[in-house]
Structure formats: structure tokens, C-alpha cells
């Protein structure tokens, strides 16, 4: 919820030049993140001339990905003519850590341009296989390094005897083809890519050159090398080497008929010899749609072999940016001061919802006629608008005049009233209302889209629609209910089709190392099952329910370090959809630069989807008629608790509904007497042997076949399938078993698979699975041990028991993870392992601590420095329960460890927590017992349940002896108590500094104007009391108390003192 940032700026000579920042660090996202979007580390170069801030070209920045251990990580950026002063920073933004060490930037002499083939630059050595007499498309990205000036620049590749290049993409040109000595030297223009696409420092994401190539060399095993390079202005850049494969082509893809499978980013923007000669590859690997650009060529080339055409327009995404970057100001996105919003990424003008759903003359004139019209009826290029549909500025309006009469009409409101707020008062004073307004008028703009596509694509006698891509977790129950403004339950019953992003898993290319999670795949099926589940019950009649179209993960673009997964994985993520009955998939983002090794896995996929896709697609889906028995060995115990939530994946991991990872995955579907039952093996380090077992009707005879593989396991008896035939399922694959009546006409070539050859393999390959198991196990249990060290999990000596002093008590919970606390005045939960925060704290039944997210009353945490995130919650063991005085005494005790922190190994944080009467008294200690000081900034973090909105009210702050009041502001703000300004912490927490105070002593009350609590901090140190109110995703539900202290240093052996006091009383 925080942005952390280290900074230095250099004086520079106003010369261009090439630099190269090194440093060694390691991180990631912090255990227990629940923030979605943007995280992680982040670094910037700004390019200031003689005045500070005054920028002399565009910054540049990327994304740093960590792992959990040190390694040494390396990049390079262009400074720009004229830059007098070089601003350098690193920022971690949202529960994300670092540790940053030996930062070093130096100057370094490279090529102007350069060029690469994604994504196999990152994996030298590695060949790129391609089947022989079956066109591939090498994908050549390019980057520039320094500022000199760009003159005809080509693109030259040098291809060995044999191989072939069929065609570039426009608007790049082939120059020539030469021979010499059996190298085939072909250069290519790229001046206008060049010119449009090229990036400093990182590979351009967009644009690139694609090499259509071709062999006819017999599969021999041998490799051939691919030699390329830029020239500009004459001058030869840096050679690279691609290895090339040529492998056997294998046997012609199906086509699905009903389900479709498309490949999104695939632009066909080539001649037409060279867009018909990729497309029959295409269709051969049983592909039947495509997303992306077409030309004219390719649009009557996708007509020739039916595939389905779906695009987007970069002017129509995200909620609300639709038309042109300035548009008039009746028709545009007004924020609450009136002013446009204009998106900064993307440079884009947003659009009033009003003008859109009553399809005002700027819609109608510019948006529908002159960007949807040009491309569906007067290019014909597609009819299907497939875009990424994130509304998350949706909170910042809109404020114009139509809206207040449409909030008006929608709301039922007095218009004097609603006038007399709008538009400061209105996401406060009617929070959920607001919220469900936006919402209302979202719905109808998504609605009027779908209509206007359908109506164009109907005018050409084609079908249409408008299919917004949403991330899948928006169709969950478990969906962030903070940012309901552009809920997908406005639309849902209004639309045709809807594509839901995600689960994303890959290798991330620039991290390296292992990347493992055993079995996450799982996760995609269960994320569809989920998605359907939840539309189902919000519309219970079927026929009204929209399709939903996959997009699993094949490879997303990331710079100079891209995120690729296995052939395996996408196959598996794409059979995940279509058993669960979606209507298509289209795989993000492909080829991309993937050789034929995906094409066939994918190929190979196509071939179960046409063998099978009548009785998935149009049955009725059913697991009651079958069972299956894991028989080979497979890891056991709690899978999910040993993925590491530090990792930089873990947050695309969490779904409430998960409690274990499942390896083993079924689904069946029946029609009429035919079955069907599909085995998945979400694990990918071993195949499976299972028993599955059929309960079907008696007396009769029954055909057990693999369809799409034509074999014949045999015919069985209902008796003998009741007990069970042994089948087997590979690594991360899908198995089909297709269970018919046998009629005696079964066909004449499928390949007979006898039960006794499949034990025979089974025993055979026994001793490996086992060992492959016990191997999986281990790996399972030292993760998760690791990830209890770091988490808290972790269970307090018997010794603690109850203690009773003057009417309160102290009860460990049976689990022995909890401390329960009873006084006359009120009950608490004390959780240990959440920083020793206050759980629960209730008066008379009454509730005081907000309960989601669960952070707690008087929690300890850090601000600073950077490595702080790395330990949100600070593991906190019981030392002692005593009596004192009139009270009970809870003594706890966190040491901090190597593998804990790096930057605070050594550092002993010893907490005592009084339970009296009324109060509560927090006293922490932090002790230096390492051989190197330790700087910091610590806080105590509190989420109080009277500040949660509800039904648009919060409770009201009080600053005791300021005459300081308010409410929920709706913004990130810091009272001051220290006058003196300390920046660290300042840039840190990004807020709106108001008024101070002068002990930072706070009463809060509940919604009705009752009083509640008062938070009395230590003074010594204070810096200030922040308020954290939402976060760039959007407005928050609850609100957060934290106090923060002045930066400390702590020598060897030194130690630092505060506390919190926590009153019910108010009259004290």
C-alpha cells in the first residue's frame, strides 16, 4: 500500500552516451500481499538539463524482477544530449521488498541498433526446431543504444543452404536475396519499423520484423546456424547466431468445428503469397481464429480458410477510453476539479459513459462511425472487438453535468441535494450508492458496444459482437469488493461473450533459477470452474449465460526479459477452458516468436478438442458416473502451503476456494448413452497410472477408446468397469477416454491397447515414479517449513497456560496460535504471529477491529528501509503469560534471522502486551544484537472497524487538545507531530500532509457519533499520524491509523523503546 524509493543524482556532462547500472539484490512480492496490480521493484532515470526537473527527454524506467537470493543483476540505458543532471531511482511500490548492494554504473561503448529473436536470445544455444516443407516465423525485435542518427537501416540475415525466406511483414521490404558459398544472404528494410517501434535500451514491444522461413532439409539432427545483424548508416552491428533445427512435420492437424482456438497477437500483415503459404500452415496445426492486425491480403486469405477474425482498436479499451485524445468537453471524462482525464499511458482521452449509452453525436459520428465502422464494414478486417477491459480510472468520475442528472434520475435523490454535493461529497457521502451508479452506467455502455458491433457486422451479413477482456478474478465470489464501480454484474446478462484473463503462470526469463510450483496448473481449471460457477448463480437460465473465451498464457513481451512458458503448459491451460465447456481460447501472446515445438503441442490439442467436442460442447457435464484412484506413487500433504509467498508470482497464486493443489483432475460429460471422461496430471515432473472406474448400465458391452490417438483399450462388461481398468495420464497432460456401446462395428485401424501391456509399463516404470515422488515430497516439506519460519505460522510451547489476575485472563486457543483475553469490560484476540497484533476486540458484543482484511489493532511493522516489506508480519513467539499488578502481562519476543531479513539479522524485537481493565498497553523494544548498526523506521499499524464505510459512512477522527476533526477523506493524508520534515519517510508515503498535531493522541468514533477508542502513542520520536485511504487502483473500503516514528540508528547493542496505549474509556 506504500512506495518506497532510493534515489542520487548525478552531475552529468551534457554528452550522449550508452551506461550500464549493476547492482546485486534480491526480493520480491512480500508473504501475505493481498494487493493486486501494479508491484514490485520499479527503476527510473530521469534526463534533467541545467535546471532540476526540467526534463531534456522522456524517462526511461522497467521492472526489476527478484528472487528470494542474492544475484547480480545488469541492464542498460541511453543518457540523452543536453542532460546536465541524471536522476536515478529505485521504487518499490505495493508490498513488494529489495535488498539493493554494490550499485555501480559505468559507461559503455555498443552498436547503435540491435536486433534479437525472441524469445530465444534469452536461452543461447538453444535451436529453433522448425518441420520440414512448414513455414515458421522467426521474430526480430530491435532496440536502439545510443542517439546517433538512423540511416537505411536494414536487417540482414545469412541463412544456410536449404532454408528459405518466404516473405517480412509490412511495411518491411526485402531489398535482395544474394548466394555465396551456400549462404544465403538476405537483406531487409526496416526503416519504417525503425521509425515507429524503436525503444532505448529494451526491445521494442510492438512492431517488430517477422521472418517468414521455410526448409526442405531432411530431419537429420543436425544443426544449422542463422548469423543476423543490423546495418545503420553502413555500419555493421553486432553479429548474433540463431541455431536451427529441422524436425520430421507431423501428421495434419484436426480443425475443431465448434470450439475455437485462436492465436491473439498474431499479425497478418503480409503479401499475399506469403499470408496464404503461413495460414495453410496454420489451419494445419488445427488452428481456426486469429487476433491481431490484418491487411487487405490476409483479410481474403482468412476468408479462403474460414478462420475467424478478432481485433481491437487502441483507441477503444479500458472502461471509458473510446474516441479521440481531445475531445469537446460535453462529451469528455471530467474529474472532480472539471478538468479531463487523459490517460498518461497510452496518452488517451477518456469518454463520458452518458454520451455513450444514449449514443450521442460524438459517439455516433466519431467513435461508431469513423473507428468501429472503418474496420468492420469498410475494411472488412473483423468483426469480433476483442479488448483488454480494465476500468480501473473509473473513480476519478465522471463529474459532468449529465452525469449528475443521470445520478440524479438513477438515485431517486432530491436534485437539490445531490447538486449541492456534486461532485466533492459524492464518493464519501454516498460511497456505495456512487459505486453502484458507476456501475449502472458501465453496464449500459458495455451493452450499447455489443449492440453496435452486432448491428455493423449484421449490415455485411456477418456475425458480430464486442467481447471485453477482463481478469478472471472480476467473475469470482471472492473479487475485491472496494472497486465494484465497473462490476461486471451490470453486463453480464446483457452481452454475448466475455474473455476472462488468467491465472497467469510462466518462467520469468530475467529472474532465472527455479520457478517451481508443483502443480499450479491446477489452478487454471479451478479458476474456470470457479468463473462458471459464478456466473451460473448470478443467472440461473442457462441459455441467457455469455460464452467466455480462455486467454491462458503462452508468452507475454516483458523487455529484455521475457516471460515463455512450456509447449505442455499452454496445451494444458487451453484443455483447462474447453472442459469446462468455454467456447473458445485464444492463446496470449502467439507465436510470438515460438517454433513449431508449440505449434504441434497445440496441434496435438486441436486433435483431442475435434475427436471429442461434440459430446463436451453440446453434452451434459457430469462427474457422477465415474471414480478414479491415483495407483503410481504422487507428492502428498498440503502442496499449496509450500508455494513460496515471496515469490514473484505469488499473487496471481491466491484463490479462496483452493484449499490443496490437486495433481490429479477429471471431468465427464454424457450424451445420450456416450461418455466421456478426460484424466488431467497437473504435475509436471511425472506421468500417472490410475484406476478409473465406471458405474454404467448393466448388461451390456462397452468400447473404451483414446479417440483422438485412434486406440482401442478394449470392450468391457459394466461389471468389469465397475471394478476399475487401469489407464495413464503423462506430465502436465489431458487425457481423453471415450465410453461408448459396443455395436461390432468398431473401426477397422485403431491401435489395441491390452490391460496387461499397460501394467507391464506401469511396473517398469515404478521405481522411477517412486523415486520422483519421495524426491517431489521433500521439496514440498522444506518449503513449506520455510514458508512457516517467514509467515508466523507457528504454534507456542505448552508451558503457556491460562492466567487469571483481578478478573482477566489469558487463554492460549486450543491450536495454540491464539491468545484469548477476558476482561469485565470487553473480550481480545491477541495473534502472535500477526505482529502481535490485536485480532479482535469487542464491547458488549460490538466488534472494534475491522475483519477484512484481518491486520489488527497495535501490530508492529517497519516503514523503512527497503528490506522492511520483506517481513509485513513479523513472527511474534509467546515467552511468558504473567499476572502483574491488576492486569495480565503477555510477553513476546521477535528474533529476526538471515533467512528472515538480511538487513535486520540480528535485530531483537521484545514486545510486552498489558490487558487491563479498559486498556491496553503496548510497550515494544527493539535491540540491536548483531555486529553492524541498523537503521529504521517503525510504526504501529492499526485498521479499526469504525473507519470501514459502510453504507457511505465512516467514523470520525478526533485529535485530543488540536480542535482537529474529520472524517474519511477518500485520501492517502499525514498529520505531523515532528514539525521538522524528514524526506525518506516523506516520498515513502506519498500523502497529503494536512494539519498537524500536537501529541498525535486520537479518539475515534463509530458512525453514529459514538465514542469507541483512543489511541495514545508514545511522543518521544513521533513523526506522525498517516492515514492510508486507497491505493492507485482505487478507493478503500477501510482505512488505516498508522504511527509512524522518526528515522532511528541502532549501534551493537543498543536498543530503542515505544509503545500504544489503547484506551475504551474516553472519560480517562
Avoid at 478478573?807 to 492460549?812: A, C, E, K, Q, V
Avoid at 488540536?962 to 524528514?982: A, C, E, I, P, Y
Wanted: with cysteine.
Amino acid at each position: 500500500m506504500i512506495s518506497n524509493r532510493l534515489s542520487q543524482t548525478i552531475l552529468w556532462n551534457g554528452n550522449a552516451a550508452r551506461v550500464k547500472l549493476t547492482f546485486r539484490g534480491r526480493g520480491g512480492i512480500a508473504p501475505g500481499s493481498t494487493v493486486k496490480g501494479w508491484q514490485g521493484l520499479f527503476f527510473f532515470a530521469y534526463f534533467w538539463g541545467k535546471q532540476r526537473y526540467v526534463p531534456v527527454a522522456k524517462e526511461y524506467s522497467r521492472s526489476i524482477p527478484l528472487t528470494d537470493d542474492f544475484k547480480t543483476i545488469s541492464f542498460e540505458f541511453n543518457v540523452p544530449q543536453g542532460t546536465k543532471h541524471l536522476f536515478l531511482e529505485f521504487s518499490l511500490y505495493h508490498a513488494a521488498e529489495a535488498d539493493l548492494d554494490d550499485i555501480t554504473l559505468t559507461q559503455v561503448t555498443e552498436y547503435g541498433l540491435e536486433a534479437a529473436v525472441f524469445p530465444f536470445y534469452v536461452y543461447p544455444g538453444e535451436a529453433f526446431h522448425i518441420e520440414k516443407g512448414v513455414s515458421a516465423v522467426l521474430d526480430v525485435r530491435l532496440k536502439r543504444n545510443d542517439n546517433s542518427p538512423i540511416q537505411s537501416p536494414e536487417l540482414v540475415m545469412e541463412l544456410p543452404e536449404g532454408f528459405d525466406v518466404i516473405g517480412v511483414n509490412q511495411p518491411n521490404r526485402i531489398i535482395s536475396v544474394t548466394t555465396e558459398k551456400k549462404i544465403r544472404r538476405i537483406r531487409i528494410d526496416i526503416g519504417t519499423s525503425v521509425s515507429r517501434n524503436i525503444a532505448y535500451g529494451s526491445y521494442a514491444r510492438w512492431g517488430g520484423v517477422d521472418v517468414v522461413i521455410k526448409s526442405n532439409l531432411p530431419s537429420s539432427g543436425e544443426f544449422y546456424s542463422c548469423r543476423y545483424f543490423v546495418i545503420n548508416n553502413a555500419e555493421a552491428g553486432k553479429v548474433k547466431i540463431l541455431p536451427l533445427r529441422v524436425v520430421e512435420p507431423g501428421e495434419k492437424g484436426k480443425i475443431p468445428k465448434k470450439f475455437v482456438s485462436g492465436a491473439s497477437g498474431f499479425d497478418l500483415m503480409f503479401d499475399s503469397n506469403t499470408t496464404d503459404d503461413l495460414l495453410n500452415a496454420f489451419t494445419d496445426f488445427g488452428f481456426n481464429a486469429v487476433k491481431g492486425n490484418f491487411n487487405a491480403e490476409s483479410v481474403k486469405a482468412t476468408e479462403k480458410y474460414h478462420i475467424g477474425t478478432y481485433g481491437e482498436i487502441w483507441h477503444i479499451m479500458n472502461g471509458y477510453r473510446l474516441g479521440a485524445k481531445n475531445k469537446p468537453l460535453d462529451v469528455a471524462f471530467l474529474q472532480e476539479d472539471g478538468t479531463p482525464f487523459v490517460e498518461e499511458y497510452g496518452n488517451a482521452g477518456h469518454i463520458c459513459p452518458v454520451e455513450v449509452y444514449t449514443r450521442g453525436p460524438y459517439y455516433r459520428e466519431f467513435v461508431l462511425k469513423k473507428q468501429m465502422r472503418n474496420y468492420v464494414v469498410e475494411r472488412g478486417v473483423w468483426s469480433y472487438m476483442a479488448v483488454n477491459w480494465e476500468p480501473c480510472n473509473s473513480e476519478k468520475g465522471c463529474f459532468c453535468p449529465r452525469c449528475m442528472n443521470e445520478f440524479i434520475r438513477y438515485s431517486g435523490l432530491p436534485a437539490a441535494e445531490v447538486k449541492k454535493s456534486w461532485p466533492k461529497e459524492m464518493k464519501i457521502k454516498y460511497y456505495d450508492l456512487w459505486r453502484k451508479f458507476r456501475s449502472y452506467q458501465h453496464g449500459l455502455l458495455v451493452a450499447m458496444l455489443d449492440r453496435d458491433m452486432k448491428d455493423l457486422a449484421a449490415s455485411i451479413n456477418k456475425e458480430g459482437a464486442f467481447i471485453p477482456i477482463l481478469e478472471y478474478s472480476s467473475l469470482t465470489s471472492w473479487w475485491n469488493s472496494d472497486f465494484q464501480a465497473y462490476n461486471p454484474d451490470a453486463y453480464l446478462d446483457r452481452i454475448r461473450f466475455i474473455q476472462p484473463f488468467g491465472p497467469y503462470f510462466f518462467y520469468h526469463t530475467g529472474l532465472g533459477g527455479d520457478q517451481y510450483f508443483p502443480g499450479i496448473h491446477y489452478l487454471t481449471f479451478a479458476a474456470a470452474r470457479e468463473c462458471n460457477s459464478f456466473i451460473a448463480k448470478k443467472i440461473p437460465e442457462k441459455s441467457k449465460r455469455p460464452f467466455l473465451f480462455g486467454y491462458p498464457l503462452s508468452q507475454e513481451f516483458a523487455g529484455n526479459a521475457p516471460w515463455v512458458t512450456e509447449p505442455e503448459a499452454l496445451v494444458f491451460d487451453t484443455l483447462c477452458f474447453y472442459l469446462n465447456q468455454w467456447k473458445g481460447s485464444f492463446a496470449y501472446l502467439f507465436p510470438y516468436g515460438y517454433d513449431h515445438r508449440w505449434f504441434r503441442a497445440m496441434s496435438n490439442a486441436h486433435a483431442q478438442i475435434a475427436a471429442t467436442e461434440e459430446i463436451v460442447m453440446e453434452g451434459d457435464a457430469d462427474n457422477s458416473f465415474f471414480n478414479v484412484k491415483t495407483i503410481s506413487p504422487i507428492p502428498s500433504g498440503d502442496i499449496l502451503a509450500s508455494y513460496r509467498k515471496d515469490a514473484y508470482m505469488f499473487t496471481t497464486l491466491r484463490q479462496p476456494q483452493v484449499k490443496n493443489i490437486q495433481l490429479i483432475l477429471s471431468a465427464g460429460f454424457r450424451k445420450e448413452n456416450e461418455y466421456l471422461v478426460a484424466l488431467g496430471n497437473s504435475w509436471i515432473k511425472s506421468e500417472v497410472f490410475l484406476s478409473l472406474s465406471l458405474t454404467l448400465p448393466s448388461e451390456r458391452q462397452w468400447r473404451v477408446t483414446i479417440p483422438d490417438k485412434r486406440i482401442l483399450l478394449g470392450t468391457f462388461s459394466s461389471a468389469e468397469l465397475a471394478k476399475g481398468i487401469l489407464v495413464h495420464t503423462g506430465a502436465l497432460r489431458w487425457e481423453f477416454y471415450r465410453v461408448e456401446p459396443e455395436n461390432g462395428n468398431s473401426p477397422k485401424d485403431l491401435f489395441k491397447l491390452e490391460q496387461e501391456y499397460i501394467r507391464s509399463e506401469y511396473l517398469k516404470r515404478l521405481p522411477l515414479m517412486k523415486k520422483t515422488a519421495k524426491a517431489e515430497d521433500a521439496f514440498i516439506l522444506q518449503e513449506t517449513v520455510r514458508n512457516q519460519k517467514l509467515s508466523g505460522e507457528r504454534k507456542f510451547h505448552e508451558d503457556i497456560k491460562t492466567v487469571s489476575n483481578n478478573g482477566i485472563s489469558i487463554t492460549p486457543s486450543k491450536e495454540r496460535n491464539l491468545l484469548f483475553i477476558r476482561t469485565p469490560e470487553y473480550e481480545a484476540t491477541l495473534n502472535p504471529g500477526n505482529g502481535a497484533s490485536i485480532v479482535s476486540l469487542k464491547r458488549n458484543g460490538k466488534e472494534f477491529v475491522c475483519q477484512k482484511p484481518l491486520l489488527g489493532l497495535g501490530r508492529d511493522s517497519f516503514l523503512l528501509p527497503h528490506a522492511a516489506n520483506k517481513m509485513p508480519v513479523l513472527p511474534f513467539s509467546v515467552v511468558a503469560v504473567i499476572p502483574e499488578k491488576n492486569s495480565v502481562l503477555a510477553k513476546l519476543s521477535c528474533s529476526i534471522t538471515q533467512e528472515m531479513n538480511s538487513v535486520f539479522n540480528g535485530l531483537i524485537i521484545q514486545k510486552n502486551v498489558l490487558f487491563s481493565d479498559r486498556k491496553i498497553q503496548f510497550g515494544t523494544v527493539l535491540r540491536n544484537e548483531s555486529n553492524k548498526g541498523i537503521a529504521f523506521v517503525f510504526r504501529y499499524h492499526n485498521l479499526p472497524e469504525c473507519l470501514t464505510l459502510e453504507n457511505s459512512k465512516g467514523g470520525k477522527v478526533v485529535f485530543e487538545g488540536d480542535n482537529l476533526s474529520f472524517g474519511r477523506m477518500m485520501t492517502n493524508h499525514l498529520h505531523k507531530v515532528d514539525k521538522r520534515s524528514q524526506d525518506e519517510i516523506d516520498k515513502v508515503l506519498d500523502a497529503t500532509t494536512l494539519a498537524g498535531s500536537v501529541s498525535g493522541k486520537i479518539k475515534l468514533f463509530s458512525r453514529t457519533g459514538e465514542p469507541e477508542l483512543v489511541f495514545s502513542p508514545a511522543e518521544k520520536d513521533l513523526y506522525g499520524v498517516y492515514f492510508w485511504e486507497g491505493n492507485n487502483v482505487g478507493l478503500s473500503a477501510v482505512a488505516s491509523v498508522e504511527f509512524i516514528y522518526g528515522k532511528q540508528y541502532l549501534k551493537p547493542d543498543e536498543e530503542w523503546h515505544s509503545s500504544l496505549l489503547i484506551n475504551l474509556d474516553l472519560k480517562e
